[in-house]
């Protein structure tokens, strides 16, 4: 479990932030109106840039080739 973990830290964090990034996008700015699909809900905001920041900060991993 911790190799898996260590392995996958970047996509962890990147997730984490992504995830504080969206709910603080969804409480400051949001959708007002109610019709927005991402920014409408709490839990679509978060989980959208949740997964947003996780496959950003997965850009930066670096592979291992054998």
Request: proline share 2%; charged share 10%.
């Amino acid at each position: 479990m911790k190799k898996w973990f260590n392995n996958h830290l970047l996509y962890i964090i990147g997730a984490c932030i992504g995830a504080i990034a969206g709910y603080t996008y969804y409480n400051k700015i949001g959708c007002s109106s109610g019709t927005c699909i991402i920014t409408s809900k709490p839990i679509n905001s978060t989980l959208y840039f949740a997964l947003m920041g996780a496959l950003l900060f997965g850009i930066f991993k670096k592979e291992k080739h054998a």
